[in-house]
């Protein structure tokens, strides 16, 4: 089962592994053709209905595989305002090959005549609200016809991800979708063929710049898009900091760092956007914790707990009273994952271990994540929250679901970018689910250490600090995919 957004995740995907979207066009029209066959025999008369988005594209393909019926194409509307060059590219080699392919500039005008089969290819997954004209006198006109009705991915005017239908909305007979079943096909009185259009398992498996998609940014009020709560410091400076502009960068309205006393000079003075808010000490130590629960309730922010924190005994122990009396979100990273397997926690945690920290967790150790994937779904599954397991291919998992993500460069081994993804998937954290977040940072992480590389040279020389400013850029750049 596939909702609607996650088909154009998964789209984008296959394309950014060499399948474009065209070519998935083509095998879902074949698809549909192929119901038409089965519905009808060859010489009857098929009308097809074709509005003009990717749904109307499926439908004029079909009309290619359909050279033994007596086809009539119908366009709702000029072909000019056809809304995608692969649609538009479907219609025009109609009108090359000398198709019955007609443009209706005006519903009322609508003659279907009086088909065996009527294809819906009118509305599919891009549809908001309920149909307008000339859609709306089309799905009428189609209802009044006493013929097969075959609706290309969803009967137009059924929502395809709840099953709700508009009125007017297309009464199908059949239903041929594409590559997985919807769930608003469940409930319908029809046949649902669901068809293999060619996408790749891989991009599915794979996290890719199609998962880019699920970034959106939210509200205007300050703070909509996340408050990020750094714990961290100490012994080390440049960690905490780094994750705390980490998360400025991938769009945290807010991004606040928890460190001792002894500390925040240097840290403050290492960017002028971080806010500083020290506590006595030199290090964390188990009375601090209270007021830093009570922080991090009061403004829901999502906690990110372990950068440059020590693994001094009384600062693990201030974690473990932390992760005790704590209820909201957490990064956990570094030498604070150490006791999350000792813990009963309320918290929902993203725990980003490296191939040592993750044997720390209760891990089998494994030569490479990728190939043993069921080693990060099974602790992910015992521990019961999503582990982000680095490594040069990182494995996310939350126990059920596990992606893998490829995006980096050799010179990302360097001190650091594992705290400036920290950063990331707590901003990412703060608007998208758990999971979702955790298998997009490590993508933005690894995309911004790509482009470092491409300005650079590749290989040696990055520094983690580099990264932060190309993190929007991987995030909003040009490889983002309309959505
Ligand atoms: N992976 C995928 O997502 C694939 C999708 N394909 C097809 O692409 C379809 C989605 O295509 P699109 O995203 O282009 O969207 P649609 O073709 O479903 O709808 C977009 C078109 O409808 C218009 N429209 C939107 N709301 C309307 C309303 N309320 N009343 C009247 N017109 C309205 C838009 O202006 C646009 O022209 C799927 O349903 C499927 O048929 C397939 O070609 C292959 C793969
Ligand atoms: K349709």
Not at 173 to 202: E, Q, R, S, W, Y
Not at 392 to 417: F, I, L, N, W, Y
Request: proline content about 5%; overall charge negative.
């Amino acid at each position: 089962m596939i909702s609607a957004d996650e088909m154009a995740v998964v789209d984008e995907n296959a394309a950014a592994l060499g399948v474009p979207r065209k070519q998935l066009m083509e095998s879902s029209g074949n698809a549909v053709a192929r119901v038409v066959r089965e519905v009808a025999d060859p010489g009857a008369r098929v009308a097809i209905v074709a509005g003009r988005g990717n749904n109307g594209g499926d439908g004029l393909v079909a009309a290619r595989f359909l050279s033994e019926y007596d086809v009539t194409v119908h366009l709702l509307g000029r072909a000019e305002t056809i809304s995608t060059d692969i649609a538009r590219e479907n219609w025009a080699a109609l009108q090359r090959a000398d198709l019955d392919a007609r443009e209706v500039r005006d519903s009322t005008t609508l003659d279907l005549g009086a088909p065996d089969v009527v294809v819906d290819a009118m509305l599919g997954t891009g549809v908001t609200g309920d149909p307008r004209e000339p859609e709306r006198s089309a799905i009428e006109a189609v209802d009044a016809l006493d013929a097969t009705v075959v609706a290309v991915d969803v009967p137009s005017g059924v929502d395809a991800d709840t099953g709700d239908r508009a009125t007017p909305a297309v009464d199908a007979d059949h239903v041929v979708t594409f590559h997985d079943a919807k769930p608003g096909l469940d409930a319908l009185d029809c046949v649902v063929t669901v068809a293999d259009i060619g996408i790749p398992a891989a991009a599915e498996r794979f996290v890719e710049r199609g998962d880019l998609q699920r970034v959106r940014r939210g509200g205007e009020t300050k703070g909509d898009n996340g408050r990020v709560f750094v714990i961290g410091g100490g012994p080390y400076t440049g960690a905490p900091a780094m994750a705390a502009q980490g998360a400025l960068r991938a769009g945290a309205d807010l991004s606040f760092v928890a460190v001792p006393e002894s500390v925040k000079t240097p840290i403050a003075s290492y960017a002028e956007d971080l806010i500083v808010q020290p506590y006595d000490g030199e290090r964390l130590t188990p009375e601090h914790v209270p007021d830093l629960v009570e922080t991090a309730h009061d403004h829901d922010d999502v906690v990110v707990l372990g950068p440059g924190l020590g693994s001094a005994d009384d600062t693990l122990d201030a974690v473990r009273e932390f992760l005790d009396s704590f209820e909201g979100r957490a990064v956990v990273d570094a030498d604070a994952l150490s006791v999350v397997p000792e813990v009963d926690t309320d918290a929902d945690l993203v725990l980003t271990p490296n191939s040592h920290e993750f044997v720390e967790l209760g891990g089998e150790a494994v030569e490479d994540f990728r190939g043993d994937e069921d080693a990060v779904e099974s602790l992910a599954a015992e521990l019961g929250h999503v582990v982000l397991a680095k490594a040069k291919t990182d494995v996310v998992s939350d126990g059920e679901r596990t992606r893998v993500c490829r995006a980096g460069t050799p010179g990302m081994t360097v001190g650091g970018t594992g705290d400036t993804l920290a950063g990331i998937t707590a901003a990412m954290v703060a608007t998208l689910d758990p999971f979702e977040a955790a298998c997009v940072a490590p993508y933005v992480n690894g995309r911004a250490g790509e482009l470092v590389a491409e300005e650079h040279a590749p290989g040696g020389g990055l520094l983690a600090s580099d990264l932060l400013d190309r993190i929007p850029r991987a995030i909003w750049g040009e490889d983002r995919p309309e959505s």
